[in-house]
């Protein structure tokens, strides 16, 4: 399974942004996929997951409310609303979760398949 991301930009704060991750390969649809951003000098982080069925999604405190992950059969999204400055970062999509799914899902370790990073910047 091959992954990319895009749809990153320059917005201003309170402004919105889709991300895609589009996956090549029929076993993508069977996956728990996850996005995850790095910001400049700081660890990789989770955001968000969502099972192969499209429910189930997990997000992280800093994102809930304003951000909505969903997928279809061959692509992932990430729906980002009221966006702040410290959403600023390089945004991965992952897939492939190895483990519980309610255990492991906010661990970059346990997915076993990364898209190169899209970059989103929020201006203040």
């Known amino acids: 399974v091959q992954l990319q991301a895009s749809g990153g930009g320059l917005v201003q704060t309170g402004g919105s942004l889709r991300l895609t991750c589009a996956a090549s390969g029929h076993a993508f649809r069977a996956y728990t996929m996850a996005w995850f951003r790095q910001p400049s000098r700081k660890e990789r982080e989770f955001v968000a997951v969502?099972?192969?069925?499209?429910?189930g999604a997990y997000y992280s405190d800093s994102v809930k409310g304003r951000f909505t992950i969903s997928r279809d059969k061959n692509r992932g999204y990430l729906q980002m609303f009221s966006l702040r400055p410290e959403d600023t970062a390089v945004y991965f999509c992952?897939?492939?979760?190895?483990?519980?799914?309610?255990?492991?899902?906010?661990?970059?370790?346990?997915?076993?398949?990364w898209g190169q990073g899209t970059q989103v910047t929020v201006s203040s």
């Open positions: 992952a897939a492939q979760l190895v483990g519980s799914y309610n255990d492991a899902r906010s661990n970059a370790r346990a997915y076993g398949y």
């Open positions: 969502v099972r192969p069925s499209g429910d």
